[in-house]
């Protein structure tokens, strides 16, 4: 279903242009093509957008940026300047002092797509590719969140309304056999909010046999697909969430099975940091003959009683974030919405902390990762 050759960590430093692809210098070219296989489409969409680095001419003005489908016509991007606060928009950000163009534009279920850069006079002009930016927009780091037990613990709509409010996502994580569907609808419809599996009922999955793990995993994203429509960015549930960390190559194997693109628990693979989350390395698992993969992610802070005193302290939950800034990571909190004081001081002044920054990139946790995909395995050539 999906690419699962072992894949190392990327790297990327201070913020710095990437090196061009292959190690040698990008040839310039009028037009580019960007493709994905189709069964990695099929199964993640990528409908948020990805932002494609160029560079332009020295004393470059007034440039246009534009894309197609191999079905539909050259359409130009929208505008957008560092000042600006967007995120996960179809845009173009041109930084003529720098000599380079951010174009990001989501591949909307479809394997091929053309981006060219034109003039003023709407000639088209000679752009080199360099790769994706390591975070949308080429910003400093990510901000996410995910928020356990929608369906069996309560608080989560109060606690929608102070992410929305301040156009921070969150993470919606299902235990899909009795949540209240219609208002996690009306959510979704208000935005900011996205739905991620939490199992079917909230058992310890390494303890289940197969078919019961399967049904565990794959049942609660078919139950999300059959009651949650108008999800952002596509009909895609690309984030599971392990219940009690419960998992092994099996679980993670069979996540990957079910078009997951990312799970996660309070636990990471050896080796990794969860106070300063980068992003984690494609981890192919096989298991009964099949070979699947997925992004093992661990959350960065926990905001509420169920993480202990820490995380009932402003300064501490502020030095998580601040940690993660300065390591151009991806910082993420999560909460058992329960447990958390929606009036304290360590809620509302460490969201206020964290959100409307425009050198930051606030997305669901599985777009995310979807975004970093399409880094790893995109491919590119010029066309005539």
């Known amino acids: 279903m999906m690419a699962i050759a072992g894949v190392g960590s990327y790297f990327y430093y201070g913020g710095a242009l990437p090196s061009p692809?292959?190690?040698?210098?990008?040839?310039?070219?009028?037009?580019?093509?960007?493709?994905?296989?189709?069964?990695?489409?099929?199964?993640?969409?990528?409908?948020y957008p990805v932002t494609f680095t160029f560079s332009i001419p020295s004393g470059s003005a007034s440039l246009k940026a534009l894309y197609h489908y191999v079905s539909t016509d050259w359409s130009q991007l929208p505008e957008r300047q560092s000042k600006d606060f967007f995120n996960g928009e179809d845009v173009v950000r041109f930084d003529y002092a720098g000599n380079r163009a951010y174009v990001s534009v989501g591949f909307?279920?479809?394997?091929d797509l053309y981006i060219k850069i034109t003039d003023s006079q709407s000639l088209d002009i000679e752009t080199a590719y360099f790769q994706v930016a390591k975070y949308y927009d080429n910003r400093h780091c990510a901000v996410t969140s995910h928020h356990d037990d929608y369906g069996i613990g309560g608080g989560h709509l109060a606690l929608i309304e102070?992410?929305?409010?301040?156009?921070?996502?969150?993470?919606?994580?299902?235990?899909?056999?009795?949540?209240?569907?219609?208002?996690?609808?009306?959510?979704?419809?208000?935005?900011?909010?996205?739905?991620?599996s939490h199992s079917v009922n909230h058992p310890y999955i390494n303890k289940l046999s197969d078919s019961e793990a399967w049904n565990q995993i794959?049942?609660?994203?078919?139950?999300i697909l059959s009651h949650i429509n108008n999800m952002p960015y596509g009909q895609y549930v690309l984030a599971f969430i392990f219940p009690y960390s419960s998992m092994g190559d099996r679980e993670r194997n069979y996540v990957g099975k079910a078009n997951y693109i990312v799970e996660e628990a309070d636990v990471a693979?050896?080796?990794?940091?969860?106070?300063?989350?980068?992003?984690?390395?494609?981890?192919?698992?096989?298991?009964?003959?099949?070979?699947h993969g997925v992004f093992p992610a661990i959350f960065s802070a926990d905001m509420g009683t169920?993480?202990?005193?820490?995380?009932?302290?402003?300064?501490?939950?502020?030095?998580?974030?601040?940690?993660?800034?300065?390591?151009?990571?991806i910082y993420e909190v999560r909460t058992h919405p329960t447990t958390v004081d929606i009036g304290a001081s360590y809620c509302q002044g460490h969201l206020n902390y964290i959100s409307g920054?425009?050198?930051?990139?606030?997305?669901?946790?599985?777009?995310?990762?979807?975004?970093?995909y399409v880094a790893l395995f995109v491919q590119h050539s010029e066309v005539s």
């Open 357 to 372: 920054r425009t050198d930051c990139w606030y997305a669901p946790l599985g777009h995310i990762y979807a975004y970093h």
């Open 21 to 47: 692809p292959n190690g040698g210098q990008p040839q310039p070219g009028k037009c580019h093509l960007f493709q994905m296989s189709a069964a990695d489409v099929e199964a993640y969409g990528f409908y």
């Open 306 to 329: 169920h993480g202990g005193a820490n995380s009932l302290d402003l300064n501490w939950l502020n030095s998580q974030f601040d940690q993660a800034y300065s390591a151009e990571a």
């Open 162 to 196: 102070e992410f929305q409010k301040r156009k921070l996502w969150y993470g919606c994580a299902v235990v899909t056999s009795s949540p209240d569907w219609a208002s996690l609808q009306t959510q979704v419809n208000e935005g900011y909010v996205e739905v991620e």
């Open 218 to 223: 794959q049942g609660s994203r078919d139950a």
């Open 108 to 111: 909307k279920g479809q394997t």
């Open 269 to 291: 693979l050896a080796g990794t940091d969860p106070s300063v989350q980068q992003y984690e390395t494609w981890y192919v698992v096989t298991y009964n003959g099949e070979s």
